[in-house]
Nanobody
Framework: QVQLVEFGGGLVQIGGYMRLSCAAY????????ISWYRQAPGKERELVAS????????SYAESVKGRFTISRVNVKNMVYLQMNSLKSEDTAVYYC????????WGQGTQVTVSS
């Protein structure tokens, strides 16, 4: 069974930092792009970042460029999202996904950015 499990979310201060993690199960992790999405209340789920199977290439939404970094450690079946200089607009449930435009979702982890 394909499964992705996010963890590391919580409450963080504006201007602060947080690292999200995603553990993947049930597929050949190193063969897939992995992505992070987020969804704020009342808004559509949006693509935040993605990374190529070997971790060589990355892509980011304009709103997070220069602040967020996606990375992966294939031998651990793990993908990470390092979030720096956090803004209130970053408050959302964050999801990791197998693939980019399609694929299985994790259950999500809440990130709340507040003063």
């Amino acid at each position: 069974q394909v499964q992705l499990v996010e963890f590391g979310g919580g409450l963080v201060q504006i201007g602060g930092y947080m690292r999200l993690s995603c553990a993947a199960y049930g597929f050949v992790f190193s063969s897939y792009h992995i992505s992070w999405y987020r969804q704020a209340p009342g808004k559509e789920r949006e693509l935040v970042a993605s990374i190529t199977p070997a971790g060589v290439g990355t892509s980011y939404a304009e709103s997070v460029k220069g602040r967020f970094t996606i990375s992966r450690v294939n031998v651990k079946n793990m993908v990470y999202l390092q979030m720096n200089s956090l803004k209130s607009e970053d408050t959302a449930v964050y999801y990791c996904r197998q693939g980019i435009g399609s694929g299985s979702w994790g259950q999500g982890t809440q990130v709340t950015v507040s003063s």
